[in-house]
């Protein structure tokens, strides 16, 4: 596969599940003491991987949790935030400004800070009341951060009553990085050819719908807008008939990301109308993808499934259009 | 002011407002045979009118709501949700596909189904347990909505003792119209010349926060996209900085939607960084307007008043892009 380095990625998978015996001991202690709410309380990226942990949450359980963006938290407040709730923060570098000032927000509050980073020694673990830390760079962050969080919420699930298969899922998740990089290799033909047809295509629709929405959201800002400065629409499956629909033209670039979980049929509605019009109607389906776990889990695993095969798509963007992923203009570069 | 009917635009309101007694004796009666949580289910626009409505009752309130979309739902199912749930909806057309079916499933659940609908004698009539009926077309929609929503947020929260100037802030917005009037006036000269400046500008970001984030993505999708047929990205001023910011060059249209809740610092982080790069930097700010209301209820109404301000702009787009804001090619145009 092109610029892909198998061993690198291997190690981010296995590094992040092994840290689930750790995460267990420490969601357990955290059950028994009690909490009011979970709150993820994400910016970017992360907001948009915790996006699938409340769709999770709220088709298996009555656990409130609320997914919110760190910087409008911070200002807005919010009134079920209290010391008795349970705020988990994930942090690439460890020092994601928004997530600094939440968790800080967080701990003067005197609630419950749990973190997942992937740089030790840095403000996000120094701070946070637990944290852990387990490395990835964005190519692979995603795979990273679900394995992390997977463990959070299906624990206390398991804690609460409300989901029996957890031995045996996570038992059969622990073999699933052959799988990820056979999802890779199977999508990579595909990828290059789109990335290739796509080299000078200025715009795209991405869209998903259900656990995989926050993925739709998360692959149009972070990567095709941040790294590859081309402009999208992310647009969730159900929403697209209520106006972004009469975009749609024949040239018009919809990128469809299919996951496994019973919004399906929203997807399905936007193909099917969109092949009428546009020629240039792209699908990527975790279905295609073998998985180790039971069919009914599969649908948990589809946004990390998912990234996974999008990441090849990116990779050949980035040869293809001769626009490094990594180049940023303003992220990071100015003050703002 | 070009293509405005007073007439018509203050009929719409003062429809609106003088349901409000029978909404009270409503909403008084279902909070006293009680429920379990508010479900806000919508759709495409009424969706994105029901998310100030969770931010309000977050930043004063501990009721559970839940802000869903109307497809996804009904798909998805959602542990929260039982017969005990308080169901509301709103319909221009009172025949929206997603809406009906819906209404359908709440109702065979047991739960309580509340809506609110510019046409009488429609299925949503019909089929809801309740339902209001105050006539509105696209251009002032938003305000028929929200004057009808705040009511039924407000006296919840009134009933649970936790919104004390109830009586007070209701007999203020009382006198409302013609401040929308006058905002409408004052926006009239600068809505006329961004739109002709903007006559062949083919992509707009539209930002948005707190209060007001619901509008800025109504606005991209419902108004820009599907009625105007022009690209837009909206992005929440919190979440520009991780992706969208990228794009931002000399030439990119940015509108910036301004509320006046405590998430303002979030535009002006935006703004203070847009107008270093882009020249192209528009700005809506529900500040500039005069409104009957203590300053401390302001906040609540932006997200009314910046739609009130926005259709101004519309009005001029229709006109400088020869482009008629009712023409589709597709939505209800075409079977899908």
Redesign the interface.
């Known amino acids: 596969m092109f610029n892909f380095n198998e061993d690198r990625f291997v190690k981010v998978i296995e590094d992040a599940l092994s840290l689930r015996v750790d995460v267990e001991k420490t969601i357990d202690d955290l059950y028994d003491r009690g909490f009011e709410n979970l709150f993820l309380i994400g ?3 992360t ?1 948009a991987h915790f996006l699938p942990m409340k ?1 999770i949450s ?5 656990m ?1 949790v609320h997914v919110v ?4 938290f911070i ?6 935030f209290s010391k008795d709730s349970l705020c988990v923060f994930c942090s690439r570098s460890g020092d994601t400004k ?1 997530i600094v000032k939440a968790i800080t927000f967080c701990n003067k509050a005197g609630a419950t800070t749990l973190s997942f980073v992937c740089n030790s020694g840095t403000p996000v673990c120094e701070l946070s009341k637990h944290h852990f830390v387990s490395f990835a760079e964005d190519d692979h962050l995603a795979e990273c951060i679900y394995l992390e969080m997977y463990p959070v919420i299906f624990r206390l699930l398991k804690n609460r009553g ?1 989901f029996v298969g957890y031995d045996k899922m996570f038992a059969q998740i622990n073999s699933i990085t052959p799988y990820l990089v056979k999802a890779k290799e199977q999508t990579e033909e595909m990828a290059k050819s789109l990335a290739k047809h796509h080299r000078d295509t200025d ?1 795209h629709m991405v869209v998903g ?2 656990a995989v929405w926050g993925e739709a959201y998360d692959y ?3 990567i095709l ?3 590859q ?1 081309i ?3 992310s ?2 499956a ?2 697209y ?8 033209e024949e040239d018009t670039s919809i990128i469809l990301l299919y996951g496994e ?3 399906r ?2 997807m399905d ?1 936007v193909y ?2 969109a092949i ?2 546009s020629k240039e109607v792209a699908v990527f389906d975790t279905r295609t993808v073998e998985l180790p776990v039971d069919e009914k889990y599969r649908q948990y695993l589809s946004p990390l499934v998912i990234y996974t095969m999008l990441e090849r798509f990116s990779c050949h963007l980035e040869k293809e259009r001769n626009h490094p992923l990594t180049t ?4 990071r570069q ?1 003050q ?1």
């Not at 200002?75 to 079920?80: A, E, F, S």
């Not at 940023?328 to 992220?331: E, I, K, L, M, V």
């Open positions: 910016v970017g990226g907001y769709y709220e088709t298996l359980s009555t409130p963006q760190a910087a409008e200002l807005q407040g919010n009134k079920h928004e409300e715009y719908s259900g149009a800002m972070c807008e941040e790294m400065w402009k999208t629409k647009i969730h159900g929403e008939f209520h106006g972004t629909i009469e975009l749609t979980d019973a919004t049929p929203l509605r099917n109308f009428k019009i940023r203009r303003f992220y100015l703002y």
